[in-house]
Structures are given as C-alpha cells and as structure tokens.
C-alpha cells in the first residue's frame, strides 16, 4: 500500500520567513495530493491541493509543488504570519484501482513567531 | 451548508466498556470515511462508505470495531470492548465523488483508561 513521509515533524521560523514542507510517496499510481491545516482544537482543513497532471500550484502565500518522478510534494508558505501556525498534513489519494483512501504523513507542527 | 458533525466531542471510558462514536456527513455526499489518530502519531484510515455500503474496511484494527451506515445518511463506529490503545482522536470525513475533496468533522477524542 502507499506509504507517505513527512518532514520535518516541527518547524520553528519567525514571522514574515518561509515555511516550507515536504513529502514522499512510494504509489506511483497515486495521483492527488490534499495537505491540511489543523489549528488546535479543530478540524483538518484543505488548504491547497495538486493533482498529479500538474506540476504546480499557487493561492496567495501558499503553493504547492509535485514532482512525479521523484514521488515527493512540497507545501510552501510565504510571509508567514502567527495564525499560520498549526498542524500540517499532507496527504496521497490512489488511483482508481488502488484504494480509497487518504494515506497522511505524519504531520508537521508550524510555530509562526511574532 | 453544515459542515460534517461527530458527537460526542469527547468520550471517556473504561476498558472493557462500549462506546458509540457517530458522524453526520455534508448532505448529499455518498462518500464517508473514518479515520483515527492515535498518540501525535498520522491520521490513519479505518474504513470508507458509499451510501450505505462498505466500500473498504482494509483499515479497520480488529473486530472490536464495527462501523455502520444504516440508509446511507449517518454513520456510527462502536468499539466494544474498548482497550486502552484505542484511545485516540476518531475522524469522520465525507466527499461528494471519489477523489473529491474530502471534508473533516471535528473529531471525537477518545479516551480509554
């Protein structure tokens, strides 16, 4: 079955410096990758996605980057502010055939500090 | 539109004691999911509804867990009896198609002791 890393498990940065996250995949076949935010005491949220046709994505400070070939996916975050920080997972979806189910990393706590 | 709800928010229970988790899904949406986090540790996968059916349940730990989605609009997990390594958070998630984006209640946190 997929297997997701996540690293790192916490990221410490300062406020208005760039966070940046990173996973690897070991399904090939997978082929959507969500990552989620978790802010203490709530629900997962999406935040941003890519699917595997798609190299790149962007909304406002937040991007995400595939690389297929490799099988590894990078959250980035620019001009960090405190309320970014949080938990984040990120996740693989299988093709068709292959499950369906997310399979997470292991998540990686941000502390944005003023 | 109501985002997906669980109840309760918290449980705490004894070992050996039965509990009920239950999760409403977005209306409309066919696609249920349990998941569970236990101990900081990744959100694992438990088992996946379509309407009323188990899609997949690859993920379910044992057979003390028995999940079920009656009509195909509310879905509840029972643990019994409980052990102490379930204790975790038990989320429920929904999707309106397969590989949709999949929408997270709150949780339940689970507490065996």
């Known amino acids: 079955g997929e297997n997701v890393e996540q690293h790192p498990s916490t990221l410490s940065v300062q406020e208005g410096d760039s966070a940046v996250i990173k996973c690897t995949y070991s399904?090939?076949?997978?082929?959507?990758f969500p990552w989620y935010k978790q802010e203490l005491g709530k629900r997962p949220q999406l935040i941003i996605d890519i699917r595997s046709n798609v190299g790149e994505k962007k909304d406002q400070r937040i991007a995400v980057t595939l690389n297929k070939t490799a099988k590894h996916f990078s959250l980035h975050i620019t001009e960090t502010q405190p309320e970014d920080s949080a938990v984040y997972f990120c996740?693989?979806?299988?093709?068709?055939?292959?499950?369906?189910?997310?399979?997470f990393g292991g998540g990686t706590r941000l502390m944005v500090k003023p | 539109e109501a985002g997906v709800t669980q109840f309760p928010s918290h449980s705490v229970i004894e070992k050996g004691q039965t509990v009920t988790l239950r999760c409403d899904p977005i209306?409309?949406?066919?696609?249920l999911y349990w998941y569970r986090r236990v101990m900081g540790k990744e959100i694992k996968f438990l088992l996946h509804?379509?309407?009323?059916?188990?899609?997949?349940e690859s993920g379910m730990p044992n057979n003390r867990f028995l999940a079920e989605r009656t009509g195909g609009t509310y879905s509840t997990l029972k643990v019994q009896p409980a052990e102490l390594e379930d204790s975790g958070v038990y989320f429920c998630a929904s999707s309106h198609l397969r590989g949709s984006e999949q929408y997270f209640g709150p949780g339940t946190r689970l507490t065996v002791t």
């Open positions: 996740a693989a979806f299988p093709s068709r055939n292959a499950g369906n189910m997310l399979t």
């Open positions: 509804f379509v309407k009323e059916s188990k899609q997949d």
């Open positions: 209306s409309g949406h066919d696609n």
């Open positions: 399904d090939s076949a997978s082929n959507y």
